[in-house]
């Protein structure tokens, strides 16, 4: 307080900082950055120290910090993917292979999207890209390098947000892990994820793709909403989904795309079967 009351005596905007410091600081602890790391954050450290806030000044920057998580993603970890087509619950699976022990990075968790048209329902505001790598980051420096690391199929944009192109090239290159499962199974799965949500958001989503259902399909799944044949609206998007998923399969490195076979989506079960199956592959 006796720091406050002086810098009140030298310049309100000072005390300012400091008051609002002491309301961001966690357990009294604060991080102080600027772009290059300079005499500006030295200054602010200095001042907010004295003020008995623990405070760390970031070394370089914050553009010094954004060339270390580029740098980091590029990184020749050992990579799988695990593919499959809109619907297979690779994520629940990816889930349940990390419960057994395996390295994975939830993309979609961290973007706050799953991927198509519908995958923003259920989830919070998506953040910037840059904060979305930053975030990715802080997972991916606690991954160990002599370890397989698991990641889900995914364009480069996940909503609104992109991977790192870093990352993105490496995950291309990557073998692929392909669940196949019957689609009466997928259809079953989208409709638990999705059929619960409101109406109006679900014809949103479709009219989001009206050009690549075409006009009628599109009018057809917006028809089957209203009447809650939540089964005819998966049936309808997948034939969409299906054929741009094995459109960017095919546009893959040759001999780098394996096939499991899955009757049901059992994530715990499915995920036991991948781990026994994964060492076969070349990597």
């Known amino acids: ?156 944009a996940i909503g609104s947000v992109r991977l790192p192109e870093e990352l993105y090239i490496r995950i291309r290159k990557s073998p692929v892990l392909k669940v196949n499962l019957p689609k009466s199974e997928r259809i079953n799965w989208l409709v638990k994820d999705y059929g619960s949500f409101d109406k109006e958001k679900l014809k949103s989503a479709v009219l989001r793709i009206q050009k690549r259902l075409g006009g009628l399909r599109a009018k057809e799944a917006i028809q089957s909403i209203e009447m809650n044949d939540f089964h005819k609206v998966a049936d309808i998007t997948l034939e969409y989904y299906d054929k741009a998923y094995n459109y960017g399969l095919k546009m893959r490195e040759e001999n780098s795309v394996f096939d499991i076979d899955l009757n049901k989506i059992m994530p715990d079960e499915n995920a036991k079967k991948i781990i026994a199956h994964y060492p076969l592959l070349s990597i």
């Open 1 to 156: 307080k006796a720091v406050i009351l002086g810098l009140e005596l030298v310049g309100s905007k000072l005390a300012g900082f400091v008051k609002q410091a002491k309301k961001i600081a966690v357990d009294n602890k604060l991080l102080v950055h600027c772009w290059r790391g300079g005499m500006r954050s030295a200054s602010m450290a200095w001042l907010f120290d004295t003020a008995g806030i623990q405070t760390t000044t970031l070394n370089g920057g914050y553009k010094s910090y954004r060339r270390h998580i580029k740098d980091s993603f590029a990184k020749n970890y050992k990579l799988i993917v695990l593919g499959g087509m809109t619907g297979s619950g690779k994520t629940e699976i990816l889930k349940a292979m990390a419960e057994q022990g395996e390295q994975f990075i939830d993309l979609e968790k961290l973007a706050h999207h799953k991927g198509s048209a519908f995958g923003s329902l259920g989830q919070l505001e998506q953040y910037s890209t840059e904060q979305f790598e930053n975030n990715l980051y802080e997972d991916w420096k606690k991954l160990d390098e002599g370890r397989i690391v698991w990641l889900e199929d995914e364009s480069q």
